[in-house]
C-alpha cells in the first residue's frame, strides 16, 4: 500500500473512526425510543437484570458458530 492508503486505513480503522460512526446511530436509536414512549398507544419498560441475564444467554446460541462443513460435500464424495 502507499503512503496515502495506510495514512487513510490508520485515520479510519480506531476506536474514534467507531465513535464516529457509532455516536450518531445511538442517537438515532435513542430518540426513537423516545418518540414510542410519547405515544399514547405504546408502552416501553426496562428489562429487569434477571430478563436481561435470560435474553442474553438466549442469544449466545445464536451467535455461536455452527458446524465446520466437510471439505467435500456428500454429492461430490459419491461421485466416481
Known sequence: MSDRQKKAVDDN???????????????????GVDKIKALPDHEVYKLAPEQLVL????????????????????????RQ
Open 13 to 31: 480503522c480506531n476506536t474514534e473512526a467507531a465513535g464516529r460512526v457509532g455516536e450518531p446511530w445511538a442517537s438515532s436509536e435513542d430518540a
Open 55 to 78: 435474553w442474553k444467554k438466549a442469544s449466545t446460541r445464536w451467535s455461536r458458530p455452527g458446524p465446520k462443513p466437510s471439505r467435500k460435500p456428500a454429492s461430490i464424495r459419491t
